[in-house]
């Protein structure tokens, strides 16, 4: 119907007032009506009259408050101007307007495939391809939003539609694809079951959602075949096939949407706000179907409200559940730049907030020639106005005119010269739909929406007939009317990034947390698909200053991938990991090594090479070559660990560095070689009785009897036995135990000497420090390669840094490195100078061998090369990402004892090799694991007061003696230790409230 702006005139009363006359004649003819109810009717057709618009509902009732009364014998007759008439009037007005309606007279007229039929025509409907920006460089951000434009601008003459929704994150399909992947590749252990269970629990109390993003594209502006839908569908089929390429071959890499897909546009769109976690059948829908489908929702309207209610049932909840919904129309739009920021389009920004926002867009994209002439017809008219000011009056124009006219002659200039259609314009109506469960939370979520987007920047307006501006989030149904339509070109368009969303991971594996950029998405992380089908390095190095999290982050990664089946080593200098193997899931399968109480030759540079096996190569002279490799570096590890011993002085010395030759030529480089051989063939030497050193000097038989007294001494402290053990020592045995799936090795107290300083200035202490530093990151790589080769192996080296620092470090890390992917490994470096991996100005730089990497928070010169590390720029505003990533005043929180409480969610950024993101790392879904994975000293102690605590309470609980028992703890620590605070959302993540 035509909405008045003015009264309506007295024709237009009198032919209403004979049509309504004449339909309640023959209405009375069916069924007799009371006076009440034809009151109710007339009030009804009064504002069906009026277009269901409330203002101009209230002008015809205004006028007919003036003019008519009700009367109960001739229905309509005199006038009065009563105030009691004019007051019932207007309550049945009010009544009859408030009234429960489903969108049971949807203008859907069926559904085929991914093609709508309906009132507004033929539309055919794509998904868009999710886009992940983070961290990218600007000039690629531009370049993407220009080839959107041109994408955009291929549909000149076309009406479009841009729809974003929302799927619940599948915690089941993540278990269940974990779960395949885990026994195909392996055999869990146990806890396995367990594990994926409490996951799925903690998964579905977050409710993470993915992004969905939907385009319409109008094919017709009406039905050809309105009784023939169904040929009506088949006489588009080509024409929709067509569009399907063009959008394929674009950059918006759009494909047809999939009944699942359309199923759930329109389950989502009819049940709008509300959590829809499953869809009903899937299949095409005919005229028959639509009142079916209507039915699934129940939408409760006033009027003269600013939002409706939407009632309906969902899967997994006994009783209905109701939301309210607003809808917001973005109005005036200050200026902007393209792209905005280096975070998220002017749609996609939405993602941020922490609750649902969803989006409707009716576009008009014009042609060409259209646009040119709107753009010629508003330069004369500005000209015009200018010429009067000018010529007629000879006055200066004021300034809004003068912007005007240099903007639409810009603009012009523009469409003149530009022939990509990146200045092509369109015209735009942009809806979005906020949801709550009650009025005053709508409110609230109104109104940091509208701040969000800044007030002088978006301009969002609440609309009245919020029914018919709800509707249009339904396919097939028509704008409520045409104001508010913004003229954005192109550009403008394309770089709302409407597909843009923050995804990184994989759909199994480890999960590592949600993101904490543009939106919450899950992440999950398979930490054996690189090596397995991408072919690329398994090193993934993890950086981050004192206190970041990373051993953390370290321990509850290979605790996944353990569970799941992965054979697992440790490598801890500091022995922070080592009660790892105290936890229930881990302590039958675990072993835990402290090797300053090791064996006697457990660490023999002989020994921790592992020897290669028959089984791991395909051919035989592909073995003999891993053979004469691993002597090779059984020589060099050998060499280079009897020159540590020494000064720099001395082992630099020509007559120190011929003796070492020659042991290196008379030691049998195999992996039961006895390291005590070499006192030996020293002695032999420096006494002249070995054959082969005849041709030495007396120089080199001095050094030799040095050489042989340190070494002596040094085999005879408990730390020196482990290297060079006393004569008739045996060799450690090198088999593999089958049950034990992760060994955890330790060197607590042992410290490297510092590479930097007066090596004159070292002491033995320090120098051995550095040797069983160095061996014992080589024993815990050959447990790695003692494992079947295709296993799936995980290899955590903590402070890695340091050992990069070594020579011998740097060769095993380069190994690891490079060997990762034919043996199926995933090492996990750990370290806090990330300068060492990604400043590719240092000889020793492992930048372009890192198949992953996680960055926490670092500051300085280190974030530089914390960025080149994640693949991100330099220079482009996200070093203050990498430096905010925990910030020092939100860090700690203080409970009432006044003791420092660490129980913040860790962020990284997380380049997976492709992507990258910011997250959060999330272990609450294992509780377990999370209290005993702690490293400060707090925690650790406050965990110690929490097992005598409770220990002493058993004892209490099985002794007759009525006295309190003593636990060892003061009072105010043991509530406060046992008292757990509840976890809050995500949400908490984007205000600094964290718990």
Known sequence: MKLFKGEPSQDVLSAFEEKTKKRDKQREKKAPRTVKQKREEFIKELYAASGRDVTSARRWASLFRQTWKWDDANERGRKSNSVSEVRALERGLEQAVKQVETPNDLNLRAVVGNLTLGATGVFAWFTLRARTQGFAPLETIEDAILSDAVAYSQLAGRTIKIRTTNRPYSPDEWARATYEDAHEHGKPLPAFNDYLAQMQDHLFDSSFEEKWVYVGVQLAGFLRYPSDLQREARFYADEAATLADKLAASSLRARPASPVS??????????????????????????????????????????????????????????????????????????????????????????????????????????????????????????????????????????????????????????????????????????????????????????????????????????????????????????????????????????????????????????????????????????????????????????????????????????????????????????????????????????????????????????????????????????????????EERRTLF??????????????????????????????????????????????????????????????????????????????????????????????????????????????????????????????????????????????????????????????????????????????????????????????????????????????????LVGAAFVGAMQGSEIGPALSLVKAPQGQGYEAIISSLRPAEDRRETNAGNTPVDDQLRQFVFWDGDGTERIFVDANGQPEFKEMAQTGPDQIRLQENAKRLAAAMEAAAESPATETPETGLEDSEAPRRLRRQPREEYSAAYTGEHS
């Open 262 to 631: 359309m199923q759930w546009l329109l389950e989502k769109s009819l049940k709008l706000g509300l959590p829809v976690p499953e869809i009903g059948p899937v299949g095409d829908y005919g005229a028959e179907d639509m009142a079916e489908l209507a039915e699934g929702a129940l939408w409760t309207h006033d009027p003269v409200s600013n939002s409706i209610t939407v009632t309906a049932r969902v899967a997994g909840e006994a009783a209905p559940i109701t939301r309210h919904v607003r809808v917001l129309t973005l109005g005036r739009i200050g200026p902007q730049e393209i792209p905005q920021d280096y975070a998220a389009g002017w749609m996609q920004k939405s993602d941020r907030l922490p609750f649902p926002v969803e989006w409707a867009a009716t576009v008009e994209i014009k042609e060409l020639k259209s646009t040119k002439k709107e753009v010629e017809s508003s330069l004369l008219t500005i000209r015009d106005q200018w010429d009067h000011y000018v010529e007629d009056h000879d006055m200066q124009p004021p300034p809004t005119l003068e912007r005007q006219y240099d903007l639409v002659r810009q603009i012009d200039s523009d469409l003149d010269t530009e022939h990509g259609g990146v200045e092509n314009r369109s015209k735009g109506w942009y809806r979005v739909a906020l949801s709550a469960d009650s009025i005053e939370q709508l409110d609230a979520r109104t109104a940091e929406f509208a701040s969000f987007y800044g007030e002088g920047v978006f301009s969002w307006i609440p609309k009245r007939g919020q029914y018919h501006n709800a509707r249009e989030f339904i396919p097939g149904e028509p704008l409520s009317d045409k104001a508010h339509s913004r003229r954005l070109n192109m550009a403008f368009l394309a770089a709302g990034i409407p597909q843009g969303t923050a995804e990184i991971g994989d759909k199994c594996g480890a999960i590592i947390g949600p993101t904490a950029g543009n939106a919450a998405r899950a992440v999950a992380w398979d930490m054996f698909a690189d090596m397995e089908r991408r072919h690329k390095s398994g090193l993934a190095m993890l950086v981050a200053g004192l206190g970041g999290g990373k051993t953390f982050l370290a321990a509850w990664l290979l605790y996944q991938a353990v569970l799941s089946g992965a054979y697992g080593v440790i490598f801890d200098p500091s022995d922070r990991l080592g009660r790892l193997a105290e936890l229930p899931q881990l302590k039958d399968y675990t072993e835990y090594v402290n090797l300053l109480n090791g064996a006697p030759g457990l660490l023999s540079p002989f020994y921790v090479v592992a020897e290669p096996k028959r089984d791991w190569f395909e051919s035989e002279d592909l073995y003999r070559e891993a053979i004469l490799n691993a002597r």
């Open 639 to 848: 060499t280079d660990c009897l020159r540590m011993f020494l000064s720099d002085q001395k082992a630099k010395s020509d007559n120190v560095a011929t003796v070492i030759e020659r042991l290196a030529e008379l030691m049998p480089m195999e992996a039961n070689t006895p390291p005590g051989m070499l006192f030996d063939i020293l002695e032999r030497i420096a006494s002249n009785k070995e054959e082969t050193t005849e041709d030495l000097l007396p120089e080199h038989r001095i050094e030799a009897r040095n050489m042989l007294v340190r070494y002596r001494r040094l085999s005879r402290s408990a730390i020196g036995r482990l290297v060079f053990p006393p004569e008739g020592t045996p060799v450690p045995s090198q088999d593999q135990d089958d049950k034990r799936r992760l060994i955890i090795y330790t060197v607590n107290g042992i410290v490297p000497e510092d590479r930097e300083g007066n090596s004159n200035l070292v002491s033995d202490r320090d120098r051995l420090g550095t040797v069983v530093f160095t061996l014992a990151a080589y024993l815990t790589q050959g447990q790695i390669y003692r494992a079947k080769r295709l296993e799936r192996k995980v290899l955590l080296l903590d402070e890695s840094s340091v050992l990069r620092s070594i020579p011998s470090g740097k060769a095993l890390m380069d190994k690891s490195s490079t060997d990762s992917r034919k043996n199926n490994l995933r090492v996990l470096a750990v370290g806090q100078n990330v300068s060492q991996y990604a400043d590719q100005t240092r000889t020793n730089a492992l930048d372009n």
